[in-house]
C-alpha cells in the first residue's frame, strides 16, 4: 500500500506527460555525445548503461522499500526483466554503431520506428487495444521517419565515407530490440516498483555488453578524460533523465503512446546535429520532421479522447 500511496505522490507532483516531454529532450541529446566520442560503439554502449546504474545503485539500495522488492520478485518477472535487459543491450549496441555509417537524422528517425512493433506487441501480448485514430498517428508518423531519413539518401554526398544502407538497417536492428524492452517495461512496471525493475535490466544490459566488448578485443580503460565527461554526460541526461524517466512513465501511459511520442527525438537530435555538428538536415528532413510532429500529436490526441471517454 505504502508504494501506491508513494507512487500517487510523485504522479500529483509531476503529471506523467511532462515527464515524457523532460524524458524526449533528455534522449535527443544522445546522438550527438555519441558521436563526439571517439571510443568504440560497444565502449560507449557499456559506460553508458554502467554509470547509469551506479547512479541508481545506491538510491535503490537505500530505500527500504525498494530492498525488499529485489525479494519480491516472482521468478518469471525475473527472467521478462533479464530478458528486457538483452534486448536494450542489443538497442544500444546497434543503434550507436549504426550513427558511424548513416546521418543522425536517419539513425534516429529509423531507431524509432519501434511504434509498428510496439502497436503489434501490446495488442498480441499486453491486450491493449489500438484505436482507428491512434493508428492513423502511427502511420502519419512512420510516413514523416521515411521522409526523413530518404532525405539523407537523396543527398548523397553529405554521406561521403559512410555506408548509409548499412547504417539504417542498424538502426532498424535497434527499433526491434527497443520495441520488446518497452514492452517488457509495460508489462512488469504494472507490479514492479522503478528502481529496482530498472537496476535488474540495467544490471542485464551492462553484462551482456561487458560479454561483447571483451569478446571483440576492446580496452576497458585506456581513454583519455575528455571520453570518460562523455560516458558520464550519457549517463546522467540520456540515461537517467531519459530511459529511466521513460519506465516510470510506462506506469502510467500506455506503451504506444509513449513510442510513437518519442518519435519527437529525431527532431530533436536533428536540431542538435545542426548546432554542434555542423550535420545540416536537407529540406526533405525538415519537411519529414513536420510530418513525425503531426503524428506525435495525432497519437496524443486520440489518448486524450479515449480517457475522457472512459471517465
Same mark, same amino acid.
Given at each position: 500500500?505504502?508504494?501506491?500511496?508513494?507512487?500517487?505522490?510523485?504522479?500529483?507532483?509531476?503529471?506523467?506527460?511532462?515527464?515524457?516531454?523532460?524524458?524526449?529532450?533528455?534522449?535527443?541529446?544522445?546522438?550527438?555525445?555519441?558521436?563526439?566520442?571517439?571510443?568504440?560503439?560497444?565502449?560507449?554502449?557499456?559506460?553508458?548503461?554502467?554509470?547509469?546504474?551506479?547512479?541508481?545503485?545506491?538510491?535503490?539500495?537505500?530505500?527500504?522499500?525498494?530492498?525488499?522488492?529485489?525479494?519480491?520478485?516472482?521468478?518469471?518477472?525475473?527472467?521478462?526483466?533479464?530478458?528486457?535487459?538483452?534486448?536494450?543491450?542489443?538497442?544500444?549496441?546497434?543503434?550507436?554503431?549504426?550513427?558511424?555509417?548513416?546521418?543522425?537524422?536517419?539513425?534516429?528517425?529509423?531507431?524509432?520506428?519501434?511504434?509498428?512493433?510496439?502497436?503489434?506487441?501490446?495488442?498480441?501480448?499486453?491486450?491493449?487495444?489500438?484505436?482507428?485514430?491512434?493508428?492513423?498517428?502511427?502511420?502519419?508518423?512512420?510516413?514523416?521517419?521515411?521522409?526523413?531519413?530518404?532525405?539523407?539518401?537523396?543527398?548523397?554526398?553529405?554521406?561521403?565515407?559512410?555506408?548509409?544502407?548499412?547504417?539504417? /538497417?542498424? *538502426?532498424? #536492428?535497434? +527499433?526491434?530490440?527497443?520495441? !520488446? @524492452?518497452? =514492452?517488457?517495461?509495460?508489462?512488469? &512496471?504494472?507490479? $514492479?516498483?522503478?528502481?529496482?525493475?530498472?537496476?535488474?535490466?540495467?544490471?542485464?544490459? /551492462?553484462? *551482456?555488453? #561487458?560479454? +561483447?566488448?571483451?569478446?571483440? !578485443? @576492446?580496452? =576497458?580503460?585506456?581513454?583519455?578524460? &575528455?571520453?570518460? $565527461?562523455?560516458?558520464?554526460?550519457?549517463?546522467?541526461?540520456?540515461?537517467?533523465?531519459?530511459?529511466?524517466?521513460?519506465?516510470?512513465?510506462?506506469?502510467?501511459?500506455?506503451?504506444?503512446?509513449?513510442?510513437?511520442?518519442?518519435?519527437?527525438?529525431?527532431?530533436?537530435?536533428?536540431?542538435?546535429?545542426?548546432?554542434?555538428?555542423?550535420?545540416?538536415?536537407?529540406?526533405?528532413?525538415?519537411?519529414?520532421?513536420?510530418?513525425?510532429?503531426?503524428?506525435?500529436?495525432?497519437?496524443?490526441?486520440?489518448?486524450?479522447?479515449?480517457?475522457?471517454?472512459?471517465?
Amino acid at each position: 500500500m505504502s508504494r501506491l500511496v508513494a507512487a500517487g505522490r510523485l504522479e500529483e507532483r509531476v503529471p506523467p506527460h511532462v515527464a515524457l516531454v523532460v524524458a524526449i529532450l533528455a534522449v535527443s541529446t544522445s546522438a550527438v555525445l555519441v558521436e563526439w566520442s571517439r571510443a568504440p560503439s560497444l565502449v560507449k554502449a557499456l559506460y553508458r548503461v554502467v554509470f547509469t546504474t551506479a547512479f541508481l545503485l545506491p538510491v535503490a539500495l537505500y530505500r527500504s522499500t525498494d530492498r525488499a522488492a529485489f525479494t519480491e520478485i516472482r521468478p518469471r518477472d525475473l527472467g521478462v526483466a533479464v530478458a528486457s535487459g538483452v534486448a536494450l543491450a542489443i538497442h544500444f549496441a546497434s543503434w550507436f554503431e549504426s550513427l558511424r555509417w548513416t546521418s543522425v537524422a536517419a539513425s534516429v528517425t529509423l531507431v524509432q520506428a519501434q511504434p509498428l512493433f510496439v502497436a503489434a506487441g501490446a495488442w498480441a501480448w499486453l491486450d491493449e487495444r489500438v484505436t482507428r485514430r491512434t493508428a492513423a498517428g502511427i502511420a502519419v508518423a512512420v510516413v514523416g521517419m521515411l521522409v526523413m531519413s530518404g532525405g539523407d539518401l537523396l543527398a548523397g554526398a553529405a554521406l561521403t565515407g559512410k555506408r548509409p544502407l548499412y547504417g539504417n /538497417a542498424l *538502426a532498424v #536492428l535497434g +527499433a526491434v530490440t527497443a520495441a !520488446g @524492452y518497452v =514492452l517488457a517495461g509495460r508489462s512488469l &512496471r504494472q507490479r $514492479l516498483p522503478l528502481l529496482p525493475y530498472v537496476t535488474v535490466v540495467y544490471v542485464t544490459c /551492462a553484462a *551482456a555488453l #561487458l560479454a +561483447a566488448t571483451l569478446t571483440r !578485443g @576492446y580496452p =576497458l580503460f585506456a581513454y583519455p578524460p &575528455r571520453e570518460w $565527461l562523455l560516458f558520464l554526460a550519457m549517463a546522467a541526461g540520456p540515461g537517467l533523465f531519459g530511459h529511466t524517466v521513460l519506465n516510470w512513465v510506462l506506469a502510467h501511459v500506455e506503451s504506444s503512446v509513449v513510442s510513437v511520442s518519442l518519435l519527437g527525438e529525431p527532431v530533436g537530435s536533428t536540431l542538435l546535429a545542426a548546432l554542434l555538428l555542423a550535420e545540416y538536415p536537407t529540406p526533405v528532413t525538415l519537411l519529414g520532421g513536420a510530418v513525425v510532429l503531426l503524428g506525435v500529436w495525432l497519437t496524443a490526441s486520440a489518448r486524450r479522447s479515449a480517457d475522457a471517454s472512459a471517465e
